[in-house]
């Protein structure tokens, strides 16, 4: 069962929340730290990844509702950073949502996830160094950074910062 916070429920994406995924995924602007919005067939290989992933871990990225509505996604995959196999919390909330701290709700909800009900011992966040917005999301969610590295993403090496926190 995904984590919920005092405003938001996180639930499993569904092929009935493509079009919603799609929104976020092919907004240009939210897509700036991906090099552009994705085309059809990314956002439909991401919704695929994300059911697989729930298929085999028991999580992935999960979608963020509000009252019924699905205002972005966020979850903990496992992600190459910096050369190192580790669960991420990864976060993507649709522009309309932004400034109002779900992004910040949701990740806190899934670190606490990983802690308590996965028996994890650390989550990172891998976060491009242009993202400033993101960034402030790991911090006030504890985590520090531990490395920089460049990840290479559709052709382009992209330096990231690896940003994690331990459980107390």
């Keep these: 069962m995904p984590p919920t916070s005092t405003r938001l429920v996180l639930r499993e994406m569904t092929a009935d929340d493509l079009p919603d995924l799609a929104s976020m995924l092919q907004d240009p602007q939210a897509m700036m730290a991906y090099e552009g919005p994705f085309t059809d067939a ?11 992933n729930y298929a085999r871990d ?16 966020c979850g903990i995959t496992w992600q190459n950073i910096d ?6 919390i990864g976060y993507h909330i649709k522009r309309a949502y932004w400034r109002h701290g779900y992004a910040v709700e949701a990740a806190a909800a899934c670190r606490d996830y990983a802690f308590d009900t996965l028996g994890m011992d650390e989550v990172f966040a891998q976060v491009r160094d242009t993202n400033i917005a993101s960034m402030n999301v790991a911090i006030r969610v504890g985590m520090t950074i531990r490395s920089r590295f460049v ?15 331990r459980k107390a």
């Design 42 to 52: 990314e956002v439909q290989a991401w919704l695929d990844r994300q059911l697989s």
């Design 151 to 165: 990840k290479n993403y559709r052709g382009v090496g992209m330096p990231h910062y690896a940003f994690s926190v």
């Design 58 to 73: 028991g999580y992935g990225l999960w979608a963020v509702t509000l009252g019924g509505a699905m205002i972005g996604q």
């Design 83 to 88: 050369g190192t196999r580790c669960p991420e």
